[in-house]
């Protein structure tokens, strides 16, 4: 079965480490996103991509980076961990819009403490 | 920027009971998706109901339903015949090439 899927699950570093987080689908989905989840925010949008060498800012990207090198991955790299961003992090794929559902496919979180 | 708002931050319903859950959205575009999406304590991001805006009918999945009211950018959720295993957040999203969610509505339900 197609599945999406993150790691670490769970990581802990110390303020101003560098963090990468990845994610990798078997979808074969051109859409990927990333998003962090915090109490009273609900998922907000950091980085997406459209497809290969395509990545885009979303209302949070400040702090993080994104690069799609092939259809399957989309690693997120905190450059300078800060303790705001404690979160827990969300990948996610879709079909594109024309001619797809646009339903997202969700992995299962990332949670991520900076301390 | 679309915004989606969840006015309520929490609900609760007796089991076997009815529950509607608000969502408003803000957008100047006229082509767009909806959705609702359940999360409970696993944290997984599970689809309950999915909505295009060019549909006038309302979506049905079994005992989920919305109704769709477009002029007035408005997508409730009617869970009927409420179970205890609908207890979980619940996440309103509006599509339009990426997708933007509310801040979420935890349902508890009672026994």
């Known amino acids: 079965d197609a599945e999406i899927t993150q790691s670490p699950r769970h990581k802990i570093t110390e303020t101003g480490r560098q963090v990468t987080l990845a994610c990798h689908q078997t979808?074969?989905?051109?859409?990927m996103f990333w998003y962090r989840q915090d109490l009273g925010h609900g998922l907000r949008l950091i980085h997406y991509s459209y497809g290969v060498h395509d990545t885009n800012k979303g209302e949070v990207s400040d702090g993080y980076s994104v690069s799609r090198s092939n259809t399957e991955d989309l690693p997120l790299t905190l450059e300078s961990a800060a303790s705001s961003q404690t979160s827990v992090y969300f990948c996610a794929s879709s079909e594109s819009l024309a001619g797809g559902t646009g339903e997202l496919f969700f992995g299962e979180g990332s949670r991520l403490t900076v301390l | 920027a679309q915004t989606v708002t969840q006015s309520q931050p929490e609900m609760s319903v007796q089991e076997a009971e009815t529950v509607t859950l608000s969502c408003t959205y803000d957008t100047s575009e006229s082509d767009y998706y909806l959705f609702w999406y359940k999360q409970p304590p696993s944290r997984q991001m599970i689809l309950v109901i999915r909505q295009e805006a060019y549909k006038q009918q309302n979506a049905t999945e079994n005992r989920f339903s919305v109704n769709f009211q477009k002029a007035a950018k408005s997508f409730s959720l009617k869970i009927s015949d409420s179970q205890l295993g609908d207890a979980a957040m619940y996440f309103c999203?509006?599509?339009?090439?990426?997708?933007?969610f509310g801040a979420g509505t935890r349902l508890t339900v009672k026994p």
């Open positions: 979808w074969n989905h051109n859409n």
């Open positions: 999203a509006y599509q339009n090439n990426d997708m933007r």
